[in-house]
């Protein structure tokens, strides 16, 4: 605005000043023609004094003319001072609105980064956007009815300031006139006062020879009347002749000299010829310049009266021009705002093109992952009934475990009282071993007696039946020493198969003592003692046996479960990733209107009817093809049925996540082959030393085992090892080795 303001000041100040400058001329003019009236009433008599009194006033009219040209030049000077205090004033609004300018920049700048926040959260609520899409569609069609609306109206103001610049132009026109007009009036003016000025100095000139002249006259008559009286003065003849003589000689000289001064006076009367001429023709030139003056005055009047009229036009064109700006500017204010619609119009319409193009796409893929989703839900209600079984079967698995527990804290229980009897067993068995010590001392004291009888039966016969009953008294004692000693044994083997449910899983040293001790009496023992342990051994190796086979299946049972899970935690996890990276791909403008949707599928359609791909055929296809679900014909003509689709769709869904998980695997597999490289190569190095260390340990393993006389091989041993890495406990494995140790011992013996 100020920027606009500001020429127009300039030139209403230009303006006023022309104005000022024609009322001076205007006023000298008149103040000349007041001049000239007042010296017209001049009386002719005295033919001097009117050309003196048009010289002063030449003179009087040329000192106001140079007054008042230092008055312009004053007033130039202070035209001047205002023009640079004007710009000085312009340069600082401008840098104001600079400042301002740089700080709305500025605010908009940060204005644009809230909105880049705003929109970042509000791609958070991509379902509230799409219930508000409806709402931005409706406000679209609103904003395009007011663009329309202000296109008009700017091509309205279009053409007001169109005839308003030409209103302008006509007035610049008749400005650069008059400007032209009045430089012309100037430049004349200018001249003409040059001319008289040339005309001024010759007129002195003239008048300067013409007083010259006048003074020689008057002094020749002078002299000629001196010469006359002195003539008439002389009395005598010689006096006469001389004075004859000298006057002939002097009339000769005056001759000459009026002869001369005659010459002189035709030159000087031909001068005032022409200078009466020059004077004819001057003041033929002051008529000419009075009546041009009086003409230029009634012109002036009729300027100025213009003027005065061009002034009100001025004011009332300033008026409209400063409404026309007001207009111009807000006009500019809307073009700005209908240049930035416009963009962002553009913007919109590539955004819609954009969207349009994508969503063709993105429907098509909507409707297929609709079916994926569908299958998806399918497959996830399974996993999610498969979940509860498992979580169900969980939940009894622990309360199994709760349950096993329990019969731990009691096994352990039985285990304490177990160990209580077994040390009292050991005592009785220690006992008993003193108790076998003896017997056996009185079996071969027996034996002695009865080879004595023996050799004393074969003496007499007599002695008979003594030697009987002795005989049968000491069989009696005698053999009622190994019954107690097998009821012993069975008490031990007795109070030892209740503690055989629970397995003791630490054998303190003094117990393989004692194992050893049994080993030896069950050498000594041979016949009595394996009957009676083979049945013990059986119960324990069935027992063992029932308990290894549910601990078992138990087993297979949590890893079948385990591997159940892991196969169902892996298709959700690929499926998730599948998810993400389709959701990573895709924008947030997915869902459309139903229009968009018709005019997309039109299109797909025109596609599919141009395109030659895989799809096109199988939708595409004239010839008849098989139904694989139904066994029936269709052919191509009548429409697809859904099975058919959804055979296709579920083959293709299964092709695509496969590939998708083959890409996502491989990338995740080339990621840790990259990271495990250098562990596999440190492992390699490792596993060697691993295997010399686990061969190093077998070796020992077996070395240990001829130390203990166990007799296992190598191969039950990497078997032992191989159920232990496997799971198995160490005291069933304890125990195992114990039966096999004594079968073989059994399978010697």
């Known amino acids: 605005m100020n920027t606009v303001e500001a020429p127009i000041d300039i030139a209403t100040e230009e303006q006023s000043i022309e104005v000022k400058t024609d009322n001076s001329a205007e006023n000298e003019s008149t103040n000349d023609t007041s001049n000239l009236d007042k010296t017209e009433p001049v009386p002719i008599d005295v033919p001097e004094n009117p050309e003196k009194i048009e010289i002063a006033r030449l003179s009087s009219i040329i000192t106001n003319q140079t007054n008042e040209i230092s008055d312009l030049n004053a007033r130039l000077a202070a035209c001047q001072q205002h023009y640079e205090t004007l710009l000085n004033r312009q340069k600082e609004e401008n840098s104001r609105e600079k400042q301002s300018t740089v700080m709305r920049y500025a605010q908009a700048e940060k204005a644009k980064l809230d909105s880049d926040k705003r929109c970042e959260a509000l791609a958070t609520k991509n379902n509230d956007l799409l219930k508000e899409k409806d709402n931005l569609q409706v406000k679209l069609s609103e904003f395009k009815l007011m663009n329309t609306k202000l296109q008009n109206a700017y091509e309205h103001k279009l053409s007001e300031l169109v005839a308003l610049k030409k209103e302008l132009e006509k007035t610049k026109e008749i400005n650069q006139s008059i400007d032209a007009s009045l430089k012309s009036t100037l430049n004349h003016l200018k001249g003409e006062s040059s001319h008289l000025k040339e005309q001024r100095e010759s007129n002195e000139r003239l008048k300067r020879d013409l007083n010259e002249q006048h003074e020689l006259n008057e002094q020749l008559k002078l002299q000629y009347k001196q010469l006359t009286e002195a ?10 002749a001389q004075a004859l003589d000298t006057l002939r000689n002097e009339h000769n000289a005056l001759k000459g000299k009026l002869t001369n001064i005659q ?121 999610q009934k498969i979940n509860e079984e498992q979580k169900s079967q969980i939940a009894k698995l622990e309360n199994i475990e709760k349950s096993l527990r329990d019969q731990l804290k009691e096994l352990d229980e039985k285990y304490q009282t177990v160990n209580k009897l077994y040390e009292q067993s050991a005592k009785q068995y220690d006992d008993s071993l003193s108790e076998i010590q003896t017997l056996k001392k009185k079996h071969q004291a027996n034996t002695k007696d009865l080879i004595k009888q023996l050799q004393q039966l074969q003496k007499p016969n007599p002695t008979k039946p003594i030697a009987n009953k002795e005989n049968s008294n000491d069989n009696s004692s005698s053999h009622g020493s190994p019954t107690g000693s097998f009821s012993s044994l069975n008490e031990i083997t007795s109070l030892a198969v209740p503690g055989s449910d629970h397995i003791p899983r630490h054998t303190p040293a003094h117990q393989q003592q004692q194992q050893q001790q049994q080993q030896l009496l069950l050498d000594e023992e041979q016949e009595v003692i394996v009957n009676i342990v083979d049945i013990d051994r059986q119960k324990l190796i069935d027992k063992l046996l029932k308990q290894q086979k549910l601990l078992v299946r138990r087993n297979e049972k949590i890893e079948f479960l385990n591997d159940h899970i892991q196969l169902l935690t892996q298709d959700l996890q690929n499926k998730r990733k599948i998810i993400q990276t389709y959701a990573m791909n895709e924008d947030s403008f997915m869902y459309t209107s139903t229009e968009s949707d018709s005019i997309k599928q039109q299109l797909a359609n025109k596609n599919r009817n141009n395109s030659s791909s895989l799809m096109a055929t199988l939708y595409n296809r004239a010839t008849t093809t098989v139904n694989h679900t139904t066994n029936k014909l269709f052919e191509q003509s009548s429409p697809m049925t859904l099975e058919t689709a959804l055979d296709v769709m579920g083959k293709l869904q299964s092709v695509l996540e496969d590939t998708l998980l083959k890409n996502i695997t491989l990338k995740e597999n080339v990621d840790t082959l990259n990271k495990k490289m250098p562990i596999v190569k440190s492992a390699s190095t490792m596993s060697e030393s691993t295997t010399n260390e686990a061969r190093e340990a077998l070796d020992c393993l077996h070395e240990l085992s001829q130390l203990l006389n166990t007799g296992l091989d190598k191969k039950t041993l990497t078997a032992c090892v191989r159920l232990l890495e496997a799971g198995v406990h160490p005291d069933a494995l304890a125990q195992i080795v114990q039966v096999l140790r004594s079968e073989t011992r059994t399978t010697k013996l």
Do not use: W
């Open 263 to 383: 010459d002189e006076n035709k030159l000087l009367r031909e001068k005032l010829k022409s200078s009466d001429e020059d004077r004819l023709a001057l003041e033929n030139v002051i008529e000419n310049f009075r009546q041009t003056t009086m003409r230029e005055k009634e012109t002036t009047k009729k300027l100025y009266d213009d003027l005065l009229a061009a002034r009100e036009q001025d004011s009332v064109e300033i008026s409209r021009l400063k409404q026309i700006e007001s207009l111009s500017n807000q006009t500019l204010a809307d073009n700005a705002d209908l240049r930035q619609l416009l963009e962002k119009e553009h913007q919109l319409l590539e955004l819609t093109q954009k969207l349009t193009e994508k969503n063709s796409i993105l429907q098509s893929d909507y409707e297929q992952l609709q079916l994926l989703h569908k299958g998806t839900s399918t497959d996830f209600e399974c996993i």
């Open 231 to 240: 003539a008439r003065a002389i009395p005598t003849d010689d006096e006469q």
